[in-house]
């Protein structure tokens, strides 16, 4: 049972979901989009020829994605675990951002909930608030709600905090010692290393669809996989010294990681999809854990298809 919840919290994935239905409608309104100062992916030139390459196109997706000024993101991690114990769970994830230009404050509202096939696990949600001062100053306050109380959840709907305990949120001065606590990766875009050293060339594509979204479908080569996720590892490693299980990076194995990502025909990102197969070796308490997941990320510019107050402490 821990195992699932660990693996599928270690996703890192950002959350977020509208009206509490999960659906690709989400971001589909494109609204606020600034493309001025956005570096375009080219497909062609004005003469048929070939125009960015997978890694130049993922170039400028990296070197834009500071200038996106997304307002949220809404995600969803669905998968299995396989081994000692086995699971079928899902995590649903929202991620906020709300920027003072004037001041250069920004918040961040986080919201995250697990519900797993096997009955003794229930659903929980974390919420934070995340709010950086000009001078660099952060602060960070968290609130949990663990168990069936104050939760609705059903098959299609968001779980949603309704009731939280009695009690004033921790408050942390900065996110090294919040994430000591916790581990919720709140501001990461893709934990990967995806370049001309870890693609596989022949297997990744480039295109454009009937609808003018871009698509880049990235495929990390096999021999590649373990310096592709060196970052991720350690993710997964940091968070199960939080569970009663403890591993090293190194100890989890990749098989498979593949990323496509959709942007907007002016090239604002619209949706992240990966798919990633991994094993951990936990030793002989819970042996060999194998993770096949799934998560799907939905971006919004749209700052009226999030409801900021109800995340606001």
């Not at 170039?59 to 969803?76: D, E, P």
């Not at 974390?126 to 939760?151: F, L």
């Not at 700052?303 to 107050?309: M, R, T």
Request: aromatic share 10%.
């Amino acid at each position: 049972m821990l195992i699932s919840v660990f693996t599928f919290a270690l996703a890192g994935c950002r959350k977020v979901e509208v009206n509490n239905e999960f659906n690709d409608t989400f971001g589909a309104s494109g609204i606020s989009h600034t493309t001025k100062n956005l570096e375009k992916i080219v497909l062609t030139d004005d003469n048929g020829a070939q125009g960015d390459t997978i890694f130049t196109a993922l170039g400028k997706i990296n070197a834009n994605y500071r200038k996106y000024n997304y307002v949220g993101v809404r995600g969803l991690v669905k998968g299995t675990t396989t081994g000692t114990t086995s699971t079928t769970q899902s995590i649903y994830t929202t991620n906020i951002q709300e920027k003072d230009v004037m001041t250069n404050k920004v918040k961040i509202y986080h919201e995250d909930a697990s519900v797993s096939s096997l009955k003794m696990i229930a659903p929980t949600i974390v919420q934070i608030m995340q709010q950086v001062e000009s001078n660099g100053k952060t602060n960070v306050k968290v609130r949990e709600a663990s168990g069936t109380k104050g939760v609705i959840t059903n098959k299609e709907a968001y779980p949603t905090v309704k009731q939280y305990n009695e009690k004033e949120p921790k408050v942390y001065k900065d996110m090294t010692t919040y994430l000591n606590d916790y581990h919720q990766d709140v501001s990461q875009f893709l934990p990967y290393l995806l370049d001309a050293t870890t693609l596989d060339e022949i297997a990744s594509t480039i295109s454009q669809d009937a609808e003018g979204f871009i698509n880049l479908h990235l495929v990390v080569k096999q021999d590649s996989l373990q310096v592709a996720t060196a970052e991720k590892r350690e993710t997964i490693a940091i968070k199960t010294n939080y569970s009663p299980i403890t591993i090293t990076a190194d100890k989890v194995k990749y098989s498979k990681l593949v990323v496509d990502i959709k942007l907007w025909p002016d090239n604002y990102v619209r949706s992240v999809t990966t798919y990633e197969k991994y094993v951990m070796d936990s030793g002989s308490t819970l042996g060999i854990q194998t993770c096949d997941l799934t998560s799907n990320l939905y971006y919004s510019y749209d700052p009226l298809e999030l409801p900021i107050k109800e995340f606001e402490f």
